[in-house]
């Protein structure tokens, strides 16, 4: 399949092109390539606890690149995550902390992560909507909304959601947190399965479904999707608002498998860290998972060799590989 | 004899694909000279090389005198007085002819430009091809036959060797074609040669005094004499040309109506668009829709189909008014639509053959929300054999496939299936080859047989004579004139048609 060999080659190239920035950064920073790219790797992939970081990385970057890769499928660019994220973890969060004790374990995680899901569609679906009906480009509405989200949360949990004098919501019931992988006492939760799940399920959505279906023809070729018939505006508002929830889940993901609470700042820059993740994944579902690891690795690793190098190399080479993917992109539409 | 005025052999690979294959044309002076061939024969390749469009990777080239192919280009085609009119237009809208004219070689008399001397220039050499034309008129304000004669005009100013005419004919009524052509033996009379690039074989013997014909990047035949069309296309496609079209029999006298418009109004650019149009078609009946491109046909397509919102007038398909219908809506009561633009409405460029049959087929494909990628298959299988879709490969991108295959695509796609109340086939058969031609024509004359009631919108008069019951004209977002019966079968209905197109009144 031509699809796949494009995303295998891009994946060569961009992470050759990383190697080789990074290297020259390491080289003026006073380290050595080879002993700086040997303890990155050894302590992000070669061990258990470092692995584990990479996954809790890497999980959230799952959900919020998919966000992107969908509304991408079907002709839209999502750059909105950074607000369905943090909307979806407010509602979340509230609703998590507000559940009735006593609730089972499964229905509470089910009853929150739906919350979330929710609250990031309609978030999505506001976006697709504007776009679609009112004609306003949906990067500009996001960046918008994204504004708006961000400081009506700080505005709401400063005037009654945070507990005290914090930027910190009330911690939701146990039964509500996802329980850790156990990978030697790393972050990771069992949301990283969610995400191989979901990512699994979106793949699905776009090669079996009809909704798929119209979200791939709308995305390739819109006129000859709406001269055939298929119902071209419903689907990019649908792929919005899917991508939207998807963001969610990265919230989800956060407040029940992390912190167990809302935070101010949290999840930030995972949103537009999902575009990268999708460019560089050629918006193909399943290769999502591949580059959210990539970036999971960098992520950790960066602070691995922080002693060695400056952190804000991991920023420079999270950049080589959006650079890399967005020339790839713009060569498969010449 | 004296040299003759062009001398080409030239070869042009594209990756794997062979454009030019020692294809050879020698022209001599004050001929005019017809270049033959399907889509993808190598004709506007070679003639590029000869204007300096094009490189090739081998040849001779001889204008009057050798020329390094390696160094040509188009500024030294020019300065050895060759000169090329190509099929779209190539004029600045918001200009007079005068100044489109002197674009680029201004004469200039005190420091400034000397307009009145770029119109005289123009008006004179109009007039050596016993044309006359207003200098002052904005390009954009004239018809199509009208800019193509004041470009052929322009470029004619400067070619003095030789002619290079890229299929100028597609866009023209009949009447504007003589005009064009009354220009080009005008030019040849004066000692020039022109090259005709063409695939319409009553053209090239109207006008042409030899014929060259290529196939597959080769000359595979010449001829200086008489010649016959059927001796062309023989040549042109390697074979026995298929049958002509012929008309589906006559529509039952008390046949139900299929597809039926009623005084429809589309707004249009520039104020073009449907005027005012009602018009029905019968069940088995074919109707053709002919007049010159921009006098509303494209509106009248777009509104048909659902992709153009109506300002007033109601459109029905079999009996049930659609007029604010969505396209699916539309579909599912029985309506088809073969589009003007393939590239755009017919096909998803990026996408596989099986994407693209399954694009207009949701509903036989469709099981609820999933869909059967088994019944995708057999489907497409099923129509990549029955239209001979080529290459025979579900999986292969659309974008991969020549034109023909590409139209034969959505033919089959549009008209194979089961449930058909109304056809509407718009330029079904441009830049498609013969034989992709013969098979498209075949298919609307059998859905037509079958009970469809087929609306033909076209510029080709020889196709909607062969296959349509009834003729109408559309002028100026109007129907004009209609030809039905004995009178569309008389000698005359060709000039007739033509007239109205070009805005007589019947």
């Keep these: ?334 | 004899m004296t040299a003759p005025a062009l001398r080409v052999r030239a070869s042009r690979r594209f990756g794997d694909c062979v454009a030019l294959a020692d294809a050879a044309l020698e022209v001599a002076a004050g001929t005019v000279h017809a270049l033959c061939g399907e889509n993808g024969a190598g004709k506007s390749t070679l003639m590029r090389v000869v204007y300096g469009l094009e490189r090739a990777d081998a040849g001779v080239l001889e204008l009057g005198e050798r020329v390094d192919l390696a160094r040509h280009d188009v500024a030294g085609a020019q300065a050895r007085g060759v000169g090329m009119v190509h099929q779209h237009g190539m004029l600045v809208p918001t200009l007079t002819l005068a100044d489109n004219a002197a674009l680029g070689h201004e004469p200039v008399r005190g420091g400034r430009y000397d307009r009145a001397a770029a119109a005289r220039a123009l008006v004179a050499a109009a007039a050596r091809l016993g044309q006359r034309l207003d200098p002052d008129a904005l390009a954009g304000e004239l018809t199509v036959g009208e800019q193509q004669r004041a470009e052929l005009a322009m470029v004619a100013a400067r070619a003095t060797r030789l002619l290079i005419l890229d299929e100028p004919t597609a866009l023209l009524a009949p009447r504007e074609v003589d005009a064009l052509f009354a220009m080009v033996r005008a030019f040849a009379a004066g000692g020039g040669a022109v090259v005709l690039v063409t695939h319409k074989l009553d053209e090239v013997l109207a006008v042409a005094d030899e014929v060259t014909v290529l196939r597959g990047g080769r000359t595979v035949a010449s001829w200086s004499a008489e010649v016959t069309a059927a001796e062309i296309a023989r040549a042109m496609i390697g074979g026995e040309p298929p049958p002509p079209a012929t008309r589906p029999p006559p529509p039952r006298p008390d046949a139900a109506i299929g597809l039926a418009i009623d005084g429809l109004v589309v707004p249009g650019p520039r104020g073009g668009g449907v005027v005012d149009v009602t018009l029905r078609v019968a069940a088995g009946e074919v109707v053709g829709v002919a007049g010159v491109e921009g006098n509303g046909q494209r509106e009248l397509a777009l509104a048909i189909a659902g992709l153009a919102p109506v300002a007033r007038g109601a459109v029905a398909v079999g009996g049930v008014d659609v007029t604010r219908a969505k396209v699916a809506a539309r579909r599912a009561r029985g309506l088809a639509h073969v589009p003007e633009d393939r590239h755009r409405h017919g096909l998803v460029q990026g996408a596989s053959v099986a994407d693209n049959v399954a694009l207009g087929r949701l509903g036989e494909v469709g099981r609820g929300a999933l869909i059967d990628r088994a019944a995708v298959a057999a489907l497409t299988a099923q129509l990549i054999a029955a239209h001979d879709v080529r290459p025979a490969d579900p999986s292969a991108r659309v974008d991969a496939l020549s034109g023909g295959n590409q139209q034969k695509l959505v033919v089959a796609r549009e008209l194979d299936r089961p449930g058909l109340r109304a056809v509407l086939a718009v330029h079904p058969t441009r830049g498609v080859d013969l034989a992709a031609s013969a098979r498209i024509h075949a298919r609307l004359r059998d859905v037509a047989a079958a009970g469809a009631a087929v609306l033909l919108i076209a510029a080709d008069l020889d196709e909607l004579l062969a296959l349509c019951h009834r003729v109408v004209v559309m002028y100026r977002g109007a129907l004009v004139g209609e030809l039905t019966g004995a009178a569309l079968a008389a000698p005359d209905a060709r000039a007739r048609l033509g007239a109205w197109m070009v805005g007589a009144t019947p």
């Design chain 1, 1 to 334: 399949m031509t699809g796949r060999a494009r995303t295998i080659h891009l994946a060569v190239v961009a992470l050759l092109a990383t190697m080789a920035v990074g290297s020259v950064l390491m080289i003026v920073a006073g380290a050595s390539p080879l002993h700086a790219w040997g303890q990155l790797l050894r302590q992000t992939l070669g061990e258990r606890q470092g692995f584990g970081q990479v996954l809790f990385r890497a999980t959230p970057l799952v959900f919020t690149g998919l966000a992107v890769a969908v509304p991408l499928r079907a002709g839209l660019f999502n750059i909105g995550g950074e607000g369905q994220l943090t909307a979806a973890a407010l509602a979340c969060a509230v609703v998590a902390a507000a559940l009735p004790p006593g609730l089972p374990a499964p229905l509470a995680v089910l009853i929150a992560t739906a919350v979330a899901f929710l609250a990031g569609a309609v978030v999505g679906a506001a976006t697709g909507a504007m776009r679609i009906y009112r004609g306003a480009h949906e990067v500009i509405v996001a960046i918008g909304l994204n504004a708006i989200i961000a400081g009506v949360a700080l505005w709401l949990g400063n005037r009654s959601l945070f507990v005290g004098e914090s930027t910190r919501t009330a911690t939701i019931p146990a039964a509500a947190q996802l329980p850790e992988l156990g990978l030697a006492g790393s972050s990771a939760s069992v949301s990283a399965l969610g995400a191989l799940g979901v990512a699994a399920l979106v793949a699905w959505l776009l090669a079996r479904t009809r909704v798929g279906f119209t979200w791939r023809m709308t995305g390739q070729g819109l006129d000859a999707a709406r001269a055939a018939g298929l119902p071209v505006d419903r689907a990019r508002v649908w792929a919005m608002t899917v991508a939207g929830g998807l963001a969610g889940l990265a919230g989800a993901h956060f407040v029940l498998g992390h912190k167990h609470a809302y935070e101010d700042g949290l999840g930030r820059g995972v949103g537009f860290l999902g575009i990268a993740v999708a460019l560089l994944a050629q918006g193909q579902a399943m290769a999502i998972i591949g580059a959210a690891l990539v970036f999971g690795v960098l992520g950790q690793g960066g602070l691995a060799i922080s002693s060695d190098v400056p952190k804000e190399m991991v920023d420079v080479l999270q950049a080589v590989v959006v650079l890399v993917a967005a020339a790839s992109l713009g060569r498969r539409k010449r």
